[in-house]
Structures are given as structure tokens and as C-alpha cells.
């Protein structure tokens, strides 16, 4: 494997460790917020509020950017986010009330949004099509990097401090991007032919192999007289399989955010605390957990090429039910009965399982097979409202969540969780198409041109 292509995705990938940060910061300060020596203590509803409105924002700047990425490309809009998320950062530096952490919560969120639909479609672009499902799920491991560090720092740490590091790591991230190139697709989309060469000549090296220039040219030259915003997506559902590809899109979405993986990382501590287990404090269990998911995702990177898509996704699904079913159960016997120590295993067990199902599959291969299927003309737009859409329903789930688990019971917001997604394996089973290897050109002629061979 050519270490080129796989430095420039790792460079690439170190804005989403930012956007991991941002969405890990809620596991360990909500709880000192809420602490009762807080200099601003904050309400479980204000918590609900501090974690939903995260995806919110994010929501919004995957709308931006069907707007952004393929006006000034995949690479200037990643190097644009910098100005939003030290902002966000600046806030939560500066901020001494719940209204400052809202408004950069949301801040933070659009500018993971815009990085994370940019930043998927740049890793996938510049990645070969025998190893783009694992550099695609390097891009999100970074997410979980950013999680294990957010925890990490923010267990031992202040507020003031958090923002600190993570300041340092959003501008390291900026000075090492601005010197890589664009994704010679988008260069070619451009007419930009020169620099399209030279791009890939310095993912590939000199011996650039013929056929995949030949590849590239064939995905972008199918492109639309008119191929606007939304004029290409009008263009794609005229096509024989286009609704089919939108379709994929919005389901896949839809059952990612179902898994519940925002809970998980969100509220990962507070949920600790609930399980009553004295041995170790809640914050190193959180780290713990953390862990298991970053080692557990590599399991992903490592099987996403060689069993595919759809298999890792099915086993993830299963794991999501029943261990959210088992902590369903957990809780409904704590809440119906005085002593539950002997049973705080079940809890832990059920955790780490869930964490590790999410890992397996349902934290990147939606976001993967999403950034595929979609022809080049209409990638952006498709793609962005996908993650829109994704990050819409995660912010429903999550505020939804937090309201049944803390006002009602705890058992039935995860019964909840586990109910929502028995709908799902079936659509994985019988419907979600397989891309394992396969490149743009051959996804295009399988799902939206519908050739048969």
C-alpha cells in the first residue's frame, strides 16, 4: 500500500479528532457541571439540551455545505471550518453562562458538519477502490481518537483547560492540511486536468496506473449540462436507479442515528453513574469504554474490505438490540427493587458490548457506503443531505432519550433504543446493495444506470 495516499488521508482525517472532542466534551463535563460546587451549574434538561444541540448545529452545517464543498472543494472548505470551531472553542474558553455553551455547541456542531461531509468525501476520493472502505473508517476512527482524548483530558482537567488542548489540535491539524492537494476528481470536475494529474501522481507516485486515471475521467465525464445544486439531483432521480440510491441514502442514515452511538458517547458517564458500581470512579470507567471502542473499531477497518459493508453492519444491528435490550432489563429490575449490586456486571458487560457493536459497524460503514453510491455530479448535494438528515434524526433520538431516561425511567429509553432498530435488519438484509471494492464507475453502473453483466 502506497504510504503517500495513507498519510495524506491520516492529515486529512485530524479535523474529524477535533470534531471528536466536541462531541465527547459533554461525557465528562456534564457531570461537573451539574456538580453542586459548579460555578454554573446546569439542570438535566440544560444537560439534554448541551448534547442535542450539538447535532443540531452539525445538522445545519451539512446543509452549508452541499453549498461549500463543491463551490470552493473538498479541501478549502475543510481548511474554512478552522474560523467556526476555534470560535466554538473561544466560547466555551470565554463563556459564563448555559446560553454561551449553546450558542457554541452549535457553532461546533456546523463546523463538524461541513468537516465531516467534506472530509468523507476527500478520504474516500483520493483512496483506491481495494482499500477505500478502510481509509473511509480511518476518517471516523479519528471521531473516536477525539472521544478517548475529550475523556481523558476532560476527567482530569477544567473546562478552560479542555479548550486548550483542543484549540492546539484543531490548529496543528490547519498548518499540516493547507500543503496537500485536492482530490483529483474534483480537479477533473474543474477541467482542471493539469492539476488533477499532478494530484494524483502525488497520492499514487510517477507510476500511475493508466486504468484508474482512465476510471476517474469515466465517473466525471457522465456529469449533466446542468449540474447545479439541485438541478442534479432532479437530474438523478431520472435515472433508472437514482430514487433507488437516494433511498439507500436516507435509510442508512436513519438507521445510524437509531443505533444510538450519540447516547453512547455523550452520555457515557452519566449512565455509569446509574449502574451504582463503587470499584472504580465513573470517569475511568468512561475512558475504559473508550478504549474498547477505539480497539474494537480497528476490527472494522481491518474486515470492512474483506467481508463487506453489509455483513459488518448486520452484526453491529444485533449487538445494538440485544445490549440495549439487556440494559433495558438492567435498569427495569433497578428501578423495581432496592439491591441490584450483584447484577452491575450485566450493566458493565452490556456496555462494552454495545460500544463494541456500534465499533463493528454502525459508527462508519453507513457513512462509507453513503459517500459511494451517489454519482460524482451529484455527490455533494446527495451526501450533505444525507448527513443533514442523519444528524437531524440523531438530534431528535438523543433529546428524546434524554427526556424519557430522565424523567421517566432509564429502562425504557433503552428499550426505546432497541425497539427502533428491530425494523432495521431486514431492510440490511434484503435491500442495502454491496460495494465492497468496487469502484465509483462500476457503483454508478450497478445502482443509479441499472447495467446488468
Known sequence: MNAKF??????ASLAHLTVGMLLGWTSPMIPKLMAEDSTLRITKDEASWMVSLFKFGMAFGCFISIFVVDLAGRKLAILATIFPTLCSWFLTLLGRSILTLYLARVVGGAASGIIFTAGSMYVTEIAPPHVRGALGSCFVLMDYCGNLLGYVVGSFTSMEEYSYVAISVSTVQFLLFVWLPETPYYLLRRKRYGAAMDSLIFLRGPMVSAEEMDSIIRSVECEPENSGVFSSVLHLITQPGGKESLLIGVCIMT???????IILIGYAQTIFEYIHDDHLPVSYFSIVLMWIHLLSYLLCIGHVDRL???????????GVITCSFILGVYFCIQENRIEVGSLGWMALVAMVFYATSISLGLGSVPFIVTNEIFPMYAKTTCVGLCFCWNSVWSFVMVYVWSVVAFQRSMYAAFWLVSGL???SILYLIFYLPETRKLSFVRIQEKIVSKTRY
Open 255 to 261: 438507521i445510524q442515528a437509531f443505533s444510538g452511538s
Open 421 to 423: 432498530n428491530i425494523f
Open 308 to 318: 463487506g459493508r453489509r455483513p459488518l453492519m448486520i452484526i453491529s444491528i444485533v
Open 6 to 11: 495513507c498519510a495524506v488521508a491520516f492529515i
